[in-house]
């Protein structure tokens, strides 16, 4: 079982920028990656930004260039987001993907909200 823990969620203006923090806890020497996923209002969560154990990346083409994803240790990643739009509206999710009996297992996080408004 992994625990997930978000932070660093907020009010922010257009063209500001703002850092989610992930810690996880638990079984955390079974975590295969880690990544962060976002759902807008009526619509699917989809995946933000993504970051294997060997810190390869992957990001949505909507954030490109804006976002940043980092792992400084096996449990925690970050998520910077700069020149933020009001289309980045979401609750933020972290996500780990451990290695289970069965196979990979999602852990997810609480979510935290972000907001994007003038």
């Known amino acids: 079982q992994v625990q997930l823990v978000e932070s660093g969620g907020g009010l922010v203006q257009p063209g500001g920028s703002l850092r989610l923090s992930c810690a996880a806890s638990?079984?955390?020497?079974?975590?295969?990656?880690m990544g962060w996923y976002r759902q807008a209002p009526g619509k699917e969560r989809e995946l933000v930004a993504h970051?294997?154990?060997?810190?390869?990346t992957n990001y949505a083409e909507s954030v490109k260039g804006r976002f940043t994803i980092s792992r400084d240790s096996a449990k925690n990643a970050d998520l910077q987001m700069n020149s933020l739009k009001a289309e980045d509206t979401a609750v933020y999710y972290c996500?780990?993907?451990?290695?289970?009996?069965?196979?990979?297992?999602?852990?997810w996080g609480q979510g935290t909200q972000v907001t994007v408004s003038s």
């Open positions: 996500n780990a993907k451990s290695r289970g009996v069965t196979g990979i297992v999602d852990n």
């Open positions: 638990g079984r955390i020497f079974s975590i295969n990656a």
């Open positions: 970051i294997t154990s060997g810190g390869i």
